[in-house]
């Protein structure tokens, strides 16, 4: 396992040691041979879930800009943030089979 100055074991993003030789085949066989922190695998699951709805509220707020600037009709508006809703749905669900 690779060491850091300190002696301490170099870890990646989810808590594992990085280990070249693990690495190296982790990379060519497409799997990790090491398991997660699920501690950490939750904390990235819930920033993602956060980010996706500040970015979605941000464009439903757009979207509402441009039918009080009547650039779109009250129809329009309800389609493109009805979309949106779908958008979010599907993204969540993605996001729940992944972090299993």
Request: proline share 3%.
């Amino acid at each position: 396992n690779a060491l850091d100055e300190t002696g301490e074991p170099v870890l990646d993003w989810a808590d594992r040691p990085q280990d070249m030789s693990t690495a190296i085949m982790s990379s060519l066989l497409g799997i990790k041979l090491t398991p997660a922190n699920q501690k950490k695998l939750d904390e990235q699951t819930g920033k993602s879930v956060m980010r996706i709805k500040r970015q979605l509220g941000m464009e439903r707020g757009r979207i509402k800009g441009k039918r009080m600037k009547n650039k779109i009709t009250d129809a329009e508006m309800r389609k493109e943030i009805e979309a949106i809703y779908k958008m979010k749905s599907i993204l969540l669900k993605n996001i729940g089979r992944s972090s299993r």
